[in-house]
Antibody, heavy 120, light 113 residues
């Protein structure tokens, strides 16, 4: 069965960076884009960006440009999201999710979420 | 970016009654070339990731009960639960994937009256 398993919770200080991993299994890793969505406490869902595991190409939401980097390791079927210059507003649960149909950005499988807390 | 606006923000419905959640997009999300509306619905329960319920505006994801249905076209969409069950208490989100970036509505909290 398809699974996305994310790394554990992180606590970071303002200005630091965080790297969250998302390990995929149960399907051909390179056949579906992986997208990242975040959810601040008690708030809605916000798209962060995506990565094509096949070639490694990426696309980021404008508000995160310059601060976010997404990479993948095809040998372990894992994608990574690194967010830098952290501020308190980045405190959120970060989810990885798989596109439902190739090329169409709805999300059929989600990771369990990784809570990133930014606090001095 | 396309702005998605849901109504109401919260909704209380009696068990067995119908629940209706609305979603309006700031731009058309219907693509005439393939006759599809690029609109999805998700259910999220506390402490869990969102779960895909509906895509292409009206296609139920596998395993979703048939009391859930999606309708609408263009800019106006509806998620209907025909007979509310206790396990349906959750927050529901609509999402457009017509134009990048994909954007979500603010969510509608569904409770039991």
């Amino acid at each position: 069965q398809v699974q996305l398993v994310q790394s554990g919770a992180e606590v970071k200080k303002p200005g630091a960076s965080v790297k969250v991993s998302c390990k995929a299994s149960g399907y051909t890793f390179t056949s579906y884009y992986i997208l990242w969505v975040r959810q601040a406490p008690g708030q809605g869902l916000e798209w962060v960006g995506l990565i094509n595991p096949s070639g490694g190409s990426t696309s980021y939401a404008q508000k995160f440009q310059g601060r976010v980097t997404m990479t993948r390791d095809t040998s372990t079927s894992t994608v990574y999201m690194e967010l830098g210059s952290l501020r308190s507003e980045d405190t959120a649960v970060y989810y990885c999710a798989r596109e439902g149909t190739r090329g169409f950005y709805y999300f059929d499988y989600w990771g369990q979420g990784t809570l990133v807390t930014v606090s001095s | 970016d396309i702005v998605m606006t849901q109504s109401p923000d919260s909704l209380a419905v009696s068990l067995g009654e119908r629940a209706t959640i609305n979603c309006k997009s700031s731009q058309n999300v219907f693509y005439s070339s393939n006759n599809k509306n690029y609109l999805a619905w998700y259910q999220q329960k506390p402490g869990q990731p969102p779960k895909l319920f509906i895509y292409w505006a009206s296609t139920r994801e596998s395993g979703v009960p048939d009391r859930f249905s999606g309708s609408g076209s263009g800019t106006d969409f509806t998620l209907t639960i025909s007979s509310l069950q206790a396990e349906d208490v959750a927050v529901y989100y609509c999402q457009q994937y017509y134009i990048s970036p994909p954007t979500f509505g603010q969510g509608t909290k569904l409770e039991i009256k």
